[in-house]
């Protein structure tokens, strides 16, 4: 569905665009989206497969260095117990996304919505919600994360709970400002006179236009989130061993950081190399759906679009 | 523009009190500060003597309005932990990190709107394109990741810079090249992407056509109109890093807040983590109000009468 929008876009596009620009950027967009693609089968079939290999303890293999010397499956190393660097890559891809995907999904819903209502209502409810937002937003986020998990203990819901929280307030505050200024326009203005209710123009005039705004921001949150998910697991308050994430496994790598440098290295790098192609296919999509940041413009078409 | 400034305080000053409210319950959440700061085998009567002394034993909600009316008379408690008065405490680790923000942000501005600039010149061209790629990467490298890497090569391998502390110049260099990363390459997107649409605007076609000089409308014209988004993002960078620099202080070594409070909480010392909130707060605050009117100032259209 998305695919299609995207195509359609891309026909018109391309006559502004020279050919080459946009096979570049289809070559990083492309090797972007193999990545991730590969990511979705580690996260599929990668537990089933390497789950036994990642918890064996092999100490003939005992902090080998990246390379065949000690089979396929040491090479990118193994730990100090011998566990196999790779299978807990792989491992560790299920809990990285899942976090990731669930606190995107949450936090869009929660301040998606509650933008609607602020930017739609005004008034005292705007008033209310937006306070709640600077409360959101000025309260230390990593802070935030350490009081709750520390009481709730850290579990993977909590988590993202915490993490679904400090994103809130950006989702929030989009939507609210893209529903002040869309609420005001004619084909509102037409549907409100046609008797629509307010659930019925948020959700079937107002939701498709703010759509495409919010999918832009997913996308590059998606990486943002990654990294503090990472960040928290790094400082020893997130998800806790014997579960596996990049994050915890890079901040277990440092104490071997003389010895064994790939421990905390290649974890590290998948991360960045997980952002960097979320990052880079948000900006991919970015430049097909509108070129010269005038989406505005084009919101009609967009809307048509984005509402089959 | 008083009557703004001085409607926002009250708002502020509302959020305030509401975060005050729940960081004092949340931060009691977290425990009993007797069970980490006694020894473990301390009797029933040490622990309710500790307790009695610092004015645990009391009702929550007692210790609460005592604690408010402190507030209100600019006293922010004691650290149950060094016996310091904790605004002290929490005003003498502030500097230390409002420096490495302050000195990161304006690399990062400095550098992001001058990269940015030349990117959007040509946009698609082999200088934006390199720009593109490296600056996504910057934003995309996970800080601790980077700063461990940076330490291991700088520091261990290459002996170079100390690997942490805090004191001259090169104990500077590695936390703030990594603090830089991010935000320039997320800043980076914003002044291109904005950039690309003031040079695509009529007003640029028409002081062109007047035969005005191209780094006049570049760096004048141009640049004014696109500081707007530039300014959001680099503010709400700002803020973060305001709010504190809990990885880069802690990996580093460097006596900031964030290393204050991340130390405080795990020690239950409520005093200081209620302190470093109240502080923070009240920075962002002030941050949020520098913000806008720099707004005001950029764009003449927005008022806030």
């Known amino acids: 569905m998305a695919m299609v929008a995207a195509e359609q876009e891309m026909v018109t596009v391309r006559r502004r665009v020279p050919w080459w620009r946009l096979l570049w950027r289809d070559k990083f967009a492309l090797v972007s989206a193999l990545w991730l693609a590969l990511l979705l089968v580690c996260f599929a079939i990668g537990p089933a497969l390497l789950a036994d290999d990642a918890v064996r303890v092999n100490l003939a293999a005992r902090n080998a260095p990246p390379g065949l010397d000690s089979g396929w499956i040491n090479l990118l190393g193994a730990d100090a117990l011998g566990r196999p660097l790779l299978a807990r890559l792989v491992l560790g891809t299920r809990n990285t996304l899942a976090i990731a995907f669930s606190v995107v999904l949450v936090a869009l819903c929660v301040g998606g919505l509650l933008g609607m209502v602020a930017g739609y209502l005004g008034g005292v409810t705007n008033a209310l919600i937006m306070r709640f937002a600077d409360v959101l937003s000025s309260f230390p986020s990593l802070l935030l994360a350490l009081i709750v998990l520390y009481v709730l203990g850290p579990q993977v819901v909590n988590l993202i709970i915490v993490l679904a929280t400090t994103r809130t307030a950006i989702y929030l505050r989009v939507t609210r400002a893209e529903v002040l200024e869309i609420r005001e326009r004619v084909f509102v203005d037409a549907a409100r006179a046609l008797g629509a209710g307010r659930a019925h123009i948020l959700r079937r005039h107002i939701a498709p236009v703010v759509a495409p705004t919010l999918g832009t921001i997913m996308t590059i949150d998606f990486a943002s989130v990654m990294l503090s998910e990472s960040a928290l697991s790094f400082l020893g308050i997130g998800i806790q061993p014997p579960e596996v994430t990049w994050g915890l496994m890079v901040s277990q790598g440092r104490n071997y950081l003389g010895s064994a440098w790939w421990l905390a290295f290649f974890p590290g790098l998948a991360i960045m190399l997980t952002a960097l192609s979320a990052n880079l296919l948000s900006s991919w999509l970015r430049t097909i759906t509108d070129p010269t940041q005038r989406w505005r413009l084009e919101a009609p078409r967009t809307l048509a679009e984005g509402g089959r | ?305």
């Open chain 2, 1 to 305: 523009m008083f009557g703004y400034i001085g409607r926002r305080s009250l708002h502020s000053a509302v959020a305030l009190a509401l975060l005050i409210v729940a960081v004092f319950f949340l931060a009691r959440l977290t425990g009993d500060p007797a069970d980490v700061l006694l020894p473990v085998n301390a009797d029933q009567a040490l622990r309710d003597e500790f307790r009695a002394l610092n004015g645990l034993d009391r009702p929550l909600l007692e210790q609460f309005l005592t604690f408010a009316g402190n507030v209100l008379q600019g006293d922010l408690g004691t650290s149950i932990r060094k016996q310091q008065p904790a605004l002290d405490m929490v005003l003498e680790a502030y500097p230390v990190t409002l420096q490495l923000a302050v000195v990161a942000m304006s690399i990062v501005l400095v550098s992001a709107l001058a990269v940015g600039s030349l990117a959007a010149y040509r946009p698609g061209g082999v200088l934006d394109r390199v720009v593109s790629v490296s600056s996504l990467t910057a934003a995309s490298a996970p800080d601790f990741w980077v700063a461990i890497t940076a330490i291991l090569v700088f520091s261990v391998q290459l002996r170079w810079l100390p690997t942490s502390g805090y004191g001259g110049l090169e104990y500077w260099l590695l936390p703030v090249g990594v603090l830089v990363l991010r935000p320039f390459g997320m800043l980076v997107q914003v002044v291109r992407a904005s950039m690309i649409g003031a040079l695509a605007s009529p007003f640029v076609r028409t002081a062109r056509i007047k035969g005005m000089a191209e780094r006049r409308i570049i760096y004048v014209h141009a640049l004014r109109n696109a500081l707007l988004p530039s300014v959001t993002v680099a503010g709400d960078q700002m803020v973060g890093m305001i709010n504190g620099l809990v990885i880069i202080e802690s990996i580093f070594g460097f006596p900031g807040i964030g290393k204050l409070m991340i130390d405080a909480v795990f020690a239950r010392d409520f005093a200081v983590v209620q302190a470093s909130i109240l502080v923070t707060a009240v920075a962002i605050f002030l941050l949020f109000l520098v913000i806008d009117l720099v707004y005001v100032a950029l764009d003449p259209r927005i008022r806030h009468s």
